[in-house]
């Protein structure tokens, strides 16, 4: 049976040092992300047709899967964790890729005015998710983006958004930095988004 596996991190450890230590680096990737994928695979290990399918068609069809729902609420935790886990991975970089540019840009100065308000919208709605989750610039099949927050490791995928840009705001992310302080990782956090990637993906979902 096919399992899924951790993503190696693009970069080092210490690399998005000082806006993201390399310990909590270290830990986020190598245990967290790590248990994710493990506990997806113990979840599916009795439904191997299944682990045929890539994790995002999977989520994208969570509500119709042929599970059990305990099995269901285990791949909504551990395969979102693993999803979002993943493509956090992928959109930083060291030093970061500045601000949008190109189609993307467009897109964003047109829904949103300017790329300071798309932070600001996204920053609001990490500081105000309640206890752990996510805040999510996304995209519907037209393209069209908005800005959404999801509880735990709960996918855009699974409400039809393909999420383009998201940040983690478990404490697990930043407490070892920020401590209490979410507002300042969140502001902090923006120095190491690599936008060529997020322009990628935005891309994709463009056709």
């Given at each position: 049976?096919?399992?899924?596996?951790?993503?190696?991190?693009?970069?080092?450890?210490?690399?998005?040092?000082?806006?993201?230590?390399?310990?909590t680096?270290q830990?986020h990737?190598?245990k967290?992300?790590?248990?994710?994928?493990?506990?997806?695979?113990?979840?599916?290990?009795?439904?191997?047709?299944?682990?045929?399918?890539?994790?995002?068609v999977?989520?994208?069809?969570?509500?119709?899967?042929?599970?059990?729902?305990a099995t269901?609420?285990?791949?909504?935790?551990?395969?979102?964790?693993?999803?979002?886990?993943?493509?956090?991975?992928?959109?930083?970089?060291?030093g970061?890729?500045?601000?949008?540019?190109?189609?993307?840009?467009?897109?964003?100065?047109?829904?949103?005015?300017?790329?300071?308000?798309?932070?600001?919208?996204?920053?609001?709605?990490?500081?105000?998710?309640f206890?752990?989750?996510?805040?999510?610039?996304?995209?519907?099949?037209?393209?069209?983006?908005?800005?959404?927050?999801?509880?735990?490791?709960?996918?855009?995928?699974?409400?039809?958004?393909?999420?383009?840009?998201?940040?983690?705001?478990?404490?697990?992310?930043?407490?070892?930095k920020?401590?209490?302080?979410?507002?300042?990782y969140?502001a902090?956090?923006?120095?190491?988004?690599?936008?060529?990637?997020v322009?990628?993906?935005?891309?994709a979902?463009?056709?």
């Amino acid at each position: 049976m096919p399992e899924f596996t951790t993503p190696p991190l693009p970069y080092d450890y210490a690399s998005l040092e000082p806006t993201i230590d390399t310990l909590t680096m270290q830990i986020h990737h190598d245990k967290h992300h790590a248990t994710y994928v493990t506990n997806l695979n113990a979840a599916l290990k009795e439904f191997p047709a299944i682990t045929e399918q890539s994790i995002e068609v999977i989520l994208i069809n969570l509500d119709t899967l042929p599970v059990p729902d305990a099995t269901r609420m285990a791949i909504r935790n551990n395969g979102g964790g693993h999803a979002n886990h993943t493509m956090f991975w992928e959109i930083m970089t060291p030093g970061g890729s500045n601000v949008p540019t190109g189609a993307l840009a467009e897109t964003i100065n047109a829904t949103f005015g300017d790329f300071e308000s798309l932070k600001k919208a996204i920053n609001e709605a990490g500081t105000k998710r309640f206890g752990s989750g996510w805040s999510w610039l996304v995209a519907d099949n037209m393209g069209a983006l908005s800005v959404v927050s999801t509880p735990n490791q709960d996918s855009p995928l699974s409400i039809g958004k393909t999420p383009l840009l998201g940040v983690d705001v478990w404490e697990h992310a930043y407490y070892l930095k920020y401590q209490n302080k979410r507002a300042d990782y969140l502001a902090a956090w923006w120095a190491v988004v690599n936008w060529d990637k997020v322009a990628e993906r935005f891309a994709a979902v463009k056709g």
